[in-house]
């Protein structure tokens, strides 16, 4: 008899720390970590009357070695890169940030400076200007962007400006929360 009141009392404690546990997996919520994606994984178009190359190089800018993954020439007037970031018929969320970090090569030296001008659905929302040996880095919210727009325009149109280099150019996502289940 104290064998069964024993395996009842096991069975009892193990069901009710079942439903115990069961029940707060389901109130627990985790953050699925998202990977980050390459701005050039969206659907891109020249846009503009330079060159847009995706190409990955090694490059010297200011003294440090960064791989640029693609660039905009803007030769004597400009270059534009266009991306769709949120196809209409896609289940996964949207676009969080955009990380962009972009310079001009140390060895353009004879170089004029060129503007880098940012628009997300047609409306300018950065405008930064680099010359040769200089980089810069922008961090812009794209969570209600459906296209983002690159334009390098050459500051002094009687001569020559050279590339702009584009390495980093990461596209994150807004974190998934979920339920865990073990």
């Known amino acids: 008899m104290q064998t069964i009141q024993l395996i009842s ?3 009892t404690s ?3 720390l079942s439903s115990l546990f069961s029940f707060g997996e389901k109130t627990v919520q985790a953050q699925r970590p998202q ?6 994984n969206a659907k891109c178009v020249n846009s503009g009357l330079g060159n847009v190359n995706p190409q990955n190089l090694d490059v ?4 440090a070695v960064y791989t ?3 660039y905009l020439g803007p030769g004597n007037r400009s270059a534009s890169i266009t991306c769709n970031i949120k196809p209409e018929k896609s289940s ?3 676009f969080q940030t955009l990380n962009l970090g972009f310079g001009m090569r140390d060895n353009d030296t004879k170089s004029p400076g060129v503007e880098v001008k ?3 659905d047609g409306n300018q929302v950065e405008t930064r200007t680099v010359s040769p040996t200089q980089q810069a880095s922008l961090t812009l919210d794209v969570s209600n962007a459906s296209n983002v727009a690159i334009e390098a325009i050459c ?3 009687s001569q020559y400006c050279d590339r702009v280099y584009f390495f980093n150019t990461v596209l994150e996502r807004q974190s998934i929360s979920s339920e865990t289940k073990k």
């Open 9 to 11: 009392s096991v069975l």
């Open 92 to 94: 996964r969320p949207g």
């Open 68 to 70: 640029s993954s693609f």
């Open 155 to 157: 500051s002094n149109p």
């Open 14 to 16: 193990t069901l009710l």
């Open 118 to 120: 940012v628009y997300l």
């Open 35 to 40: 990977r980050p994606v390459s701005l050039l």
């Open 60 to 63: 010297s800018i200011g003294r």
